[in-house]
């Protein structure tokens, strides 16, 4: 609705002043994203979800600064034979295992003599009373938990979010151009998307992922080494494409048989112009809450993976490896596993939330989702 | 040997739900439906203390690559082989190190040795049938040495001193001239290119064990072949069951006691692909033996506490190492492979292994006669630092190699530290497991260090010196000696001691010096000698438990309280 720009003060001595107060007011057009803007605005749980989404995402960014003045390690650095002071009291980073004393504590030589049975397991959440070390406790490897999520957050989001924006990039060049062509290149396009549709995610990301990470991948002028944070990042995009993709090409299709599209051809503008200039503007929005939507997605897709064994690659740190490493102390250490689970738990749902919000605000009428 | 299989993933895809399913599994235990009743008692085994079993039921892991003797390399597939494929040697059915003792099993005695070493006479045991009553013969075994050769087996390499085998292996017609039978007497003989010292132990190796000669020369594990011990395989459906049923006509009073008859009725193996459910169905009784399974080391105190009499931990023999290439830079300096030795803090290693391993600085295991304990690199960072310094390798890059099963990866995670801290620039690249070996084993790979583990073959010297570590032996492909390393003196004392058909104390003293040599050229960091353990359902009898040096749990032998 449109509505006064600016009150205007009455005075009686002032006719031009009074002439122009009676004038009727000025209507001021209001863009799309303005109101899409003023409906998110409105929307608080979005807003306080974008909140703690850029929380995560600043913690995760000062991971250096916590590790070196907080925890006085890194990520990767073994602690197995150290003792850290814990309410005053020297707790072995990783305990001892094999034949202990249950008395002394120290190793039994044999079996005999009472000594139990016992395996190493690593020191739990000192929750800050070992002085910033192991805040949540340490890993098999003697390795600083809640230094390895902050790192493994580094990784976790950046494989989300970069393998967002490939992936949207493609899907909407490819999307274009089906919809714009059609004939044979939106054929081969789609059935390009059914191919990977045939395949669930999750598997055809473990297949291309276990294969690039015996050799890397060195075709079409990229170099990449095994082991690369970009390996599943590319991979994760990929396989994702078909999935942004396909609804894109649908809405192109319809908004390809719009007035102002044949307006634009018929005044002559070049194929690029109209894919670039016309169309894409009108699924910007679509393109925003796809984006949103699916870096959620990726970060699960990368854990989940990373979990398998065929995303990050030890030691870099990521939350799905962190839960892999976790998972056989689950019981006596269950923050091992729990800290990034909940690590994900939050960012996605952040994610999931805003996105939501976002997609209300930009076009309540939509269905947006991103489904595999 | 093949290393242990312990890959898992597959069946912990479910990973976000681990804890849930593993506090329902809690929850529920002890509702399992008891497979073991007792029978009336048909054992005449040494240690049929107890009842036998009528089913004994085993959660083994996914480590079973073949159940056909020429084609299965790994501890799983032996364990379950060493019960059903008798080969015309093999080794006693005892606890501890008598059971690195050669006795006949097909064959009527030892063989008899010419007194150049070089020929081998064997006669076949008089009524002995394969599991479908057909007589064994002694051609049978010239058959299955070919049968090796055809279906590629990984086994070949241990025959390629029969004369006429390496030919045969090239053109995989005629047959090899080396060896050969006369199946009216029994008699086998067999004749080597040179003397050949642990030709027994190879001759007692599952590669070795007859099969008839009418055995397709492809996979029989889904198919198997006619056995000759107590038990045979029923059916075999791969990551899933092995079902074994006793040979009927198995006659345990021909082999003089070298060979049980076996206690339970009937061996179940269930495939379990995770730890924590197999050791839920063993503790609920779904299962009577972890087989293969590490107990999680987070339930390991727990299931002491609660299960003190079922559990036994045991050393096999094995060791745990890091090969440095010595054909590549930086490795090709002493000084460098001499550092990373300081460098490593053992007994942190034994930690990172959930602490069930013993620190080892030398190749031989414990376990062995020949072993002689040598600390050739006590932890000493600083020396180590200074190495480097001395080499002028500071700041090289170092690519760390590993595969991704199991707990090896905690390894090379701690080894990259320790590069990391010497002042080299180390990554890792962690493989998959199924080509690891083989990759790393490649020499285009110029793999410059990473880790490796071995586990016996059989239990002799030779199988680590001369498989590992004979500069003789490097291979482009499938190369064991992944440190290439050459080295003129060991290779001709390697060669020497092959040729001593006995190992006697004056040939011990000689291995354990070879031993110390080879440490000083330091090709290897080892690092630990690993334990495990063998966990049981309450009702086994473990006074009947016996743990085989080379083969570990004897199943055949076990009991029922």
Redesign the interface.
């Given at each position: 609705m449109a509505e006064r720009a600016t009150e205007t003060e009455f005075t009686l001595d002032t006719a031009a002043e009074l002439a122009a107060a009676e004038e009727p007011a000025a209507i001021r057009g209001r863009s799309p994203w303005y109101l899409a803007w003023r409906r998110l605005r409105r929307n608080y749980v979005a807003f306080f979800f974008l909140a703690l989404f850029i929380l995560v995402v600043v913690a995760c960014l000062l991971a250096p600064v916590y590790a070196k003045h907080v925890a006085h390690t890194g990520p990767?650095?073994?602690h197995?034979?150290e003792n850290v002071e814990v309410n005053g009291k020297e707790t072995p980073v990783?305990?001892?295992?094999?034949?202990i004393d249950p008395h002394t504590g120290k190793l039994c030589p044999t079996?005999e003599s009472g000594c139990?049975?016992?395996?190493?397991?690593p020191i739990g959440p000192t929750w800050f009373s070992g002085g910033g070390k192991f805040v949540l406790g340490a890993d098999?490897?003697?390795r600083d938990v809640a230094v390895r999520l902050l790192y493994g957050g580094r990784t976790s989001l950046f494989v989300g979010i970069v393998s967002s924006l490939i992936c949207v990039f493609f899907a909407v060049i490819l999307a274009l151009v089906a919809a714009y062509y059609g004939g044979w290149s939106d054929f081969v396009i789609t059935r390009f998307f059914d191919l990977f549709y045939a395949f669930p995610v999750i598997l055809l990301g473990i297949a291309l992922g276990?294969a690039l990470?015996?050799n890397g991948f060195h075709h079409f002028g990229l170099n990449i080494q095994?082991?690369s944070i970009w390996i599943p990042t590319l991979v994760i995009s990929y396989v994702l494409i078909p999935y942004i993709g396909r609804p894109l090409r649908g809405q192109v299709l319809s908004l390809r048989e719009k007035e102002f599209i044949e307006a634009s051809i018929a005044q002559g503008a070049s194929p690029f112009r109209v894919m670039f200039v016309e169309l894409l503007p009108n699924i910007a929005s679509s393109i925003l809450v796809f984006f949103t939507l699916i870096i959620a997605n990726n970060i699960i897709l990368e854990a989940?993976l990373s979990?398998?064994?065929a995303g990050v690659?030890?030691?870099t740190a990521s939350w799905g490896t962190q839960?892999?490493d976790g998972?056989?102390?689950?019981?006596?250490?269950?923050w091992l596993?729990?800290a990034p689970?909940l690590a994900i738990v939050i960012t996605v749902l952040s994610l999931n939330i805003f996105g939501d919000g976002l997609r209300d605000a930009l076009d309540p009428r939509a269905k947006v989702k991103v489904e595999h | 040997m093949n290393r242990r299989n312990r890959w898992k993933w597959l069946l912990t895809a479910a990973s976000f739900s681990v804890g849930v399913a593993l506090i329902a599994a809690a929850c529920g235990g002890g509702g399992g439906n008891k497979s073991t009743t007792t029978s009336g008692s048909t054992s005449t085994s040494s240690s049929a203390a107890g009842k036998s079993f009528a089913v004994f039921r085993i959660a083994t892991d996914t480590g079973t690559d073949y159940l056909d003797p020429g084609l299965s390399y790994t501890v799983e597939g032996w364990g379950v082989m060493w019960n059903v494929y008798l080969p015309l040697l093999g080794y006693k059915h005892v606890n501890g190190p008598d059971g690195a003792t050669i006795v006949p099993y097909l064959a009527e005695s030892l063989p008899t040795v010419s007194s150049d070493g070089k020929a081998y006479t064997l006669t076949l045991r008089k009524g002995v049938k394969y599991s479908d009553g057909t007589p064994v013969k002694a051609s049978d075994f010239k058959a299955t040495i070919e049968r090796d050769y055809k279906v590629d087996s990984p086994g070949v390499g241990f025959f390629g001193n029969i004369v006429g085998a390496a030919q045969y292996g090239k053109t995989k017609t005629g047959s090899i001239s080396g060896i050969t039978t006369n199946d009216s007497t029994g008699v086998i003989t067999i004749k080597l290119s040179e003397p050949q010292g642990d030709f027994m132990n190879i001759l007692a190796t599952e590669f070795a064990a007859p099969v008839p000669a009418s055995t397709p020369a492809k996979d029989q594990s889904t198919t198997p072949a006619p056995s000759t011990g107590p038990y045979m395989i029923q059916s075999y459906t791969p990551n899933k069951q092995i079902v074994e049923v006793r040979n009927p006509n198995f006659d345990a009073s021909l082999y003089g006691g070298n060979v049980p008859v076996g206690n339970p009725d009937k061996v179940v193996w269930d495939v379990i692909g995770d730890d924590n459910v197999a050791l839920q169905r063993v503790i609920s009784g779904q299962d009577d033996w972890l087989g293969y399974h590490p107990i999680p080391p987070d339930r390991l105190s727990s299931v002491q506490q609660k299960y003190p009499d079922q559990l036994k931990l045991f050393t096999p023999a094995n060791t745990y190492y890091f090969f440095m290439n010595t054909r590549v830079a930086p490795f090709n300096n002493l000084k460098v492979r001499q550092a990373v030795n300081y460098a490593i803090d053992r007994e942190a290693l034994v930690r990172v292994y959930g602490g069930l391993a013993q620190p080892t600085e030398q190749v031989l295991p414990p376990t062995y006669p020949q072993y002689k304990k040598i600390d050739p690199y006590p932890y000493n960072l600083a020396k180590a630092k200074q190495l480097i310094a001395q080499a002028g390798v500071k700041g090289m890059p170092v690519t760390v190699w590993n595969h991704d099963r199991g707990l090896d990866p905690r390894a090379t995670a701690y080894l990259t530290d320790v590069l990391n801290s010497i002042g080299l620039k180390a990554t890792q690249k962690i493989v998959n497991a199924a080509v690891y070996w083989t990759t790393v084993g490649n020499q285009a790979t110029k793999a410059q260090i990473g880790f490796a583990d071995w586990f016996q073959d059989y239990p002799h010297p030779l199988d680590w010196f001369d498989v590992l570590l004979n500069g003789e032996r490097i291979t482009q492909t499938h190369n064991n000696n992944y440190a290439n390393f050459d080295d003129a003196s060991v290779n001709s004392q390697i060669d020497a001691l092959k040729k001593e058909p006995v190992l006697d104390n004056k040939a011990n003293a000689r291995w354990a010096s070879v031993d110390k040599e080879v440490m000083a050229q330091a090709p290897w960091a080892p690092f630990l000698n690993r334990q495990f353990t063998d966990f049981f359902y309450s009702t086994v009898d473990l006074s009947c438990y016996e743990n085989h040096v080379l083969y570990e749990f004897d199943y055949s032998t076990i009991c029922m309280k």
């Amino acid at each position: 609705m449109a509505e006064r720009a600016t009150e205007t003060e009455f005075t009686l001595d002032t006719a031009a002043e009074l002439a122009a107060a009676e004038e009727p007011a000025a209507i001021r057009g209001r863009s799309p994203w303005y109101l899409a803007w003023r409906r998110l605005r409105r929307n608080y749980v979005a807003f306080f979800f974008l909140a703690l989404f850029i929380l995560v995402v600043v913690a995760c960014l000062l991971a250096p600064v916590y590790a070196k003045h907080v925890a006085h390690t890194g990520p990767n650095t073994n602690h197995v034979l150290e003792n850290v002071e814990v309410n005053g009291k020297e707790t072995p980073v990783l305990s001892p295992g094999g034949y202990i004393d249950p008395h002394t504590g120290k190793l039994c030589p044999t079996s005999e003599s009472g000594c139990k049975l016992v395996a190493s397991i690593p020191i739990g959440p000192t929750w800050f009373s070992g002085g910033g070390k192991f805040v949540l406790g340490a890993d098999q490897n003697g390795r600083d938990v809640a230094v390895r999520l902050l790192y493994g957050g580094r990784t976790s989001l950046f494989v989300g979010i970069v393998s967002s924006l490939i992936c949207v990039f493609f899907a909407v060049i490819l999307a274009l151009v089906a919809a714009y062509y059609g004939g044979w290149s939106d054929f081969v396009i789609t059935r390009f998307f059914d191919l990977f549709y045939a395949f669930p995610v999750i598997l055809l990301g473990i297949a291309l992922g276990s294969a690039l990470a015996i050799n890397g991948f060195h075709h079409f002028g990229l170099n990449i080494q095994s082991g690369s944070i970009w390996i599943p990042t590319l991979v994760i995009s990929y396989v994702l494409i078909p999935y942004i993709g396909r609804p894109l090409r649908g809405q192109v299709l319809s908004l390809r048989e719009k007035e102002f599209i044949e307006a634009s051809i018929a005044q002559g503008a070049s194929p690029f112009r109209v894919m670039f200039v016309e169309l894409l503007p009108n699924i910007a929005s679509s393109i925003l809450v796809f984006f949103t939507l699916i870096i959620a997605n990726n970060i699960i897709l990368e854990a989940a993976l990373s979990f398998l064994g065929a995303g990050v690659q030890p030691p870099t740190a990521s939350w799905g490896t962190q839960i892999a490493d976790g998972q056989e102390l689950i019981v006596t250490r269950p923050w091992l596993s729990l800290a990034p689970g909940l690590a994900i738990v939050i960012t996605v749902l952040s994610l999931n939330i805003f996105g939501d919000g976002l997609r209300d605000a930009l076009d309540p009428r939509a269905k947006v989702k991103v489904e595999h | 040997m093949n290393r242990r299989n312990r890959w898992k993933w597959l069946l912990t895809a479910a990973s976000f739900s681990v804890g849930v399913a593993l506090i329902a599994a809690a929850c529920g235990g002890g509702g399992g439906n008891k497979s073991t009743t007792t029978s009336g008692s048909t054992s005449t085994s040494s240690s049929a203390a107890g009842k036998s079993f009528a089913v004994f039921r085993i959660a083994t892991d996914t480590g079973t690559d073949y159940l056909d003797p020429g084609l299965s390399y790994t501890v799983e597939g032996w364990g379950v082989m060493w019960n059903v494929y008798l080969p015309l040697l093999g080794y006693k059915h005892v606890n501890g190190p008598d059971g690195a003792t050669i006795v006949p099993y097909l064959a009527e005695s030892l063989p008899t040795v010419s007194s150049d070493g070089k020929a081998y006479t064997l006669t076949l045991r008089k009524g002995v049938k394969y599991s479908d009553g057909t007589p064994v013969k002694a051609s049978d075994f010239k058959a299955t040495i070919e049968r090796d050769y055809k279906v590629d087996s990984p086994g070949v390499g241990f025959f390629g001193n029969i004369v006429g085998a390496a030919q045969y292996g090239k053109t995989k017609t005629g047959s090899i001239s080396g060896i050969t039978t006369n199946d009216s007497t029994g008699v086998i003989t067999i004749k080597l290119s040179e003397p050949q010292g642990d030709f027994m132990n190879i001759l007692a190796t599952e590669f070795a064990a007859p099969v008839p000669a009418s055995t397709p020369a492809k996979d029989q594990s889904t198919t198997p072949a006619p056995s000759t011990g107590p038990y045979m395989i029923q059916s075999y459906t791969p990551n899933k069951q092995i079902v074994e049923v006793r040979n009927p006509n198995f006659d345990a009073s021909l082999y003089g006691g070298n060979v049980p008859v076996g206690n339970p009725d009937k061996v179940v193996w269930d495939v379990i692909g995770d730890d924590n459910v197999a050791l839920q169905r063993v503790i609920s009784g779904q299962d009577d033996w972890l087989g293969y399974h590490p107990i999680p080391p987070d339930r390991l105190s727990s299931v002491q506490q609660k299960y003190p009499d079922q559990l036994k931990l045991f050393t096999p023999a094995n060791t745990y190492y890091f090969f440095m290439n010595t054909r590549v830079a930086p490795f090709n300096n002493l000084k460098v492979r001499q550092a990373v030795n300081y460098a490593i803090d053992r007994e942190a290693l034994v930690r990172v292994y959930g602490g069930l391993a013993q620190p080892t600085e030398q190749v031989l295991p414990p376990t062995y006669p020949q072993y002689k304990k040598i600390d050739p690199y006590p932890y000493n960072l600083a020396k180590a630092k200074q190495l480097i310094a001395q080499a002028g390798v500071k700041g090289m890059p170092v690519t760390v190699w590993n595969h991704d099963r199991g707990l090896d990866p905690r390894a090379t995670a701690y080894l990259t530290d320790v590069l990391n801290s010497i002042g080299l620039k180390a990554t890792q690249k962690i493989v998959n497991a199924a080509v690891y070996w083989t990759t790393v084993g490649n020499q285009a790979t110029k793999a410059q260090i990473g880790f490796a583990d071995w586990f016996q073959d059989y239990p002799h010297p030779l199988d680590w010196f001369d498989v590992l570590l004979n500069g003789e032996r490097i291979t482009q492909t499938h190369n064991n000696n992944y440190a290439n390393f050459d080295d003129a003196s060991v290779n001709s004392q390697i060669d020497a001691l092959k040729k001593e058909p006995v190992l006697d104390n004056k040939a011990n003293a000689r291995w354990a010096s070879v031993d110390k040599e080879v440490m000083a050229q330091a090709p290897w960091a080892p690092f630990l000698n690993r334990q495990f353990t063998d966990f049981f359902y309450s009702t086994v009898d473990l006074s009947c438990y016996e743990n085989h040096v080379l083969y570990e749990f004897d199943y055949s032998t076990i009991c029922m309280k």
